[in-house]
C-alpha cells in the first residue's frame, strides 16, 4: 500500500544551494522536453507520418544524447521523472474523461512553484540523502534534517521536494506492507456539507473559524497592494517591495491552508475511528464553484478535500465509504415519515429562504405529518438512510 507523508526539512547552507538548483534544473529540462515534443509533433504533422509522434522514451532519450557537461553535476533523475510527469501530462490531456486538465504550459522563472522529484532518495539515520551525482565529492554531500520521524515504514518510492512560503517540504512516498486498520465499528453516519460547516450524526463542524476573517483580510490587502504596483509602473513592477509583499500574500495563504486542512485531518480521522459507515453526497464541485456569488465560499469550504480525506482513509481502515446520487433530495425529504417537497406540491420546494409558507431558512416544516424539524439534521439522517 502506497502512503505518503509530507515533512519539513532543513538543509545546511551547501544543501540548501543544491536543492535551489535542481528547482531550476527541473524547470529547465520541462522547458527543453516540452519544446522537443511540440517539434516532434509538428514534424509528424507536416510528413504525414504517426510513426514520428513523441512519447515520453523518445524525448528523454534526445534529452539524454544531448547533455551539457554541467547537467552531470545534477541529478539525472530528475530529468527522467520530468520527461515522464510531462508525458502524463499530455496523456490526461487528451483523455475524454478528464475534460477540465490543461494543455501542458512552459514554466515561466517568474511564476514557478519551485518543486523537482527523485526516485533514489534514501533515510539514512534518520536523515534525507538525495541522490549523489557522480561528478560530485562524498565529502561534500550531506544529509538532510527531518522536522519530524516518518509515520511509516517500507521502501521509499518516491521523494518530492516542493518550496512553501514557510520552508522547504519534502513528500515521502513509502510502499508499506502494513495496514493500520482500526478496530470495526458498527453503525453509520452521514455528513451534509454547507457553506462554512460540516454537519454530521454528531454535532456540527465548523470548517471557516472566525479565525480565518482576519487572514482574508490581509489577503485582500495585500493583492490590492500588488495590483497597484502593477498598474503604477506597468514596465519594471517586480520590484523589491513587490517581493516582499509577495511573500507576505504567500505566507497568510499557507497559514490558512494549513488550519483548515488540520480542522479536516482532524475531522475525517473521528469519523473513521467511531463509524464502520460514512455517508457523503457526491456532489459536482467544479460546476458548484462556476457560480459568480457562491464560487469563493464554496471553494473556501473545501468540500472536495473531504471527499478526497475520505476515500483513502476508509481504504486504509477497512471502512465503506457511500456517495449519495447528487440529485437525491436529503433536503426535501421529512426523515420522520418519507414525505417528499415538490415545486407543485403544497408549500413547494425547500429552498434557502424555506418554502413558500414559512419563509425560515434553518427550519423544515412537513405538511404530510406535521413534524417541525432542523434543515440540517434532517438532511443529515436523509443521507444516512440513503440506499444506493
Known amino acids: 500500500m502506497l502512503k505518503t507523508h509530507q515533512i519539513k526539512i532543513e538543509p545546511n547552507a551547501h544543501m540548501h544551494k543544491h536543492i535551489e538548483d535542481l528547482f531550476n534544473y527541473r524547470r529547465y529540462c520541462w522547458n527543453q522536453a516540452l519544446g522537443l515534443w511540440n517539434d516532434l509533433y509538428d514534424e509528424s504533422i507536416i510528413l504525414g507520418d504517426k510513426k514520428l509522434c513523441p512519447t515520453g522514451y523518445t524525448v528523454r532519450k534526445l534529452l539524454i544524447a544531448d547533455k551539457q557537461d554541467w547537467q552531470y553535476e545534477l541529478s539525472s533523475r530528475v530529468l527522467q521523472i520530468a520527461t515522464e510527469q510531462l508525458d502524463k501530462a499530455w496523456k490526461n490531456y487528451f483523455n475524454p474523461k478528464m475534460p477540465n486538465h490543461k494543455r501542458p504550459k512552459f ?27 557522480h561528478a560530485i565529492d562524498k565529502s ?33 512516498l513509502f510502499d508499506t506492507p502494513q495496514e493500520c486498520h482500526e478496530p470495526i465499528k458498527s ?64 505566507r497568510d495563504y499557507q497559514k490558512v491552508h494549513d488550519l483548515q486542512m488540520d480542522i479536516l485531518q482532524k475531522f475525517t480521522t473521528e469519523l473513521v475511528t467511531n463509524y464502520g459507515e ?39 481502515n477497512n471502512r465503506k465509504l457511500v456517495l449519495v446520487d447528487r440529485f437525491y433530495p436529503s433536503t426535501q425529504i421529512c426523515s420522520e415519515c418519507g414525505f417528499c417537497k415538490t415545486k407543485d406540491g403544497y408549500g413547494g420546494k425547500q429552498t434557502l429562504s424555506g418554502d413558500s409558507i414559512h419563509h425560515q431558512h ?27
Open 187 to 250: 453503525g453509520a453516519t452521514g455528513v451534509d456539507v454547507n457553506v462554512r460547516r460540516f454537519n454530521h450524526k454528531d454535532g456540527v463542524v465548523d470548517i471557516y473559524p472566525k479565525k480565518l476573517d482576519k487572514y482574508y483580510q490581509r489577503i485582500t490587502h495585500y493583492q490590492r497592494m500588488l495590483a497597484r504596483k502593477r498598474v503604477d509602473n506597468p514596465r519594471n513592477f517586480r520590484t523589491i517591495r513587490y517581493a516582499k509583499v509577495k511573500a507576505k500574500l504567500r
Open 278 to 316: 460514512i455517508h457523503i453526497e457526491d456532489l459536482d464541485v467544479h460546476a458548484m464553484m462556476m457560480s459568480k456569488r457562491m464560487g469563493k465560499n464554496l471553494q473556501r469550504s473545501m468540500f472536495g478535500e473531504l471527499a478526497t480525506n475520505l476515500a483513502y482513509k476508509c481504504k486504509w
Open 140 to 172: 561534500v554531500w550531506y544529509g538532510i534534517k527531518l522536522r519530524e520521524k516518518p509515520r511509516f515504514t517500507g521502501k521509499l518510492k518516491l521523494c518530492t521536494v516542493v518550496q512553501k512560503a514557510d520552508g522547504l517540504y519534502a513528500s515521502l
Open 362 to 388: 434553518q427550519t423544515y416544516y412537513c405538511y404530510n405529518c406535521g413534524a417541525v424539524l432542523d434543515r440540517d439534521e434532517n438532511a443529515v439522517k436523509n443521507i444516512i438512510n440513503y440506499q444506493g
Open 107 to 133: 514554466k515561466s522563472k517568474k511564476n514557478y512553484k519551485p518543486t523537482f522529484t527523485t526516485d533514489r532518495a534514501k533515510i539514512v539515520d534518520g536523515r534525507l540523502l538525495l541522490d549523489k551525482p
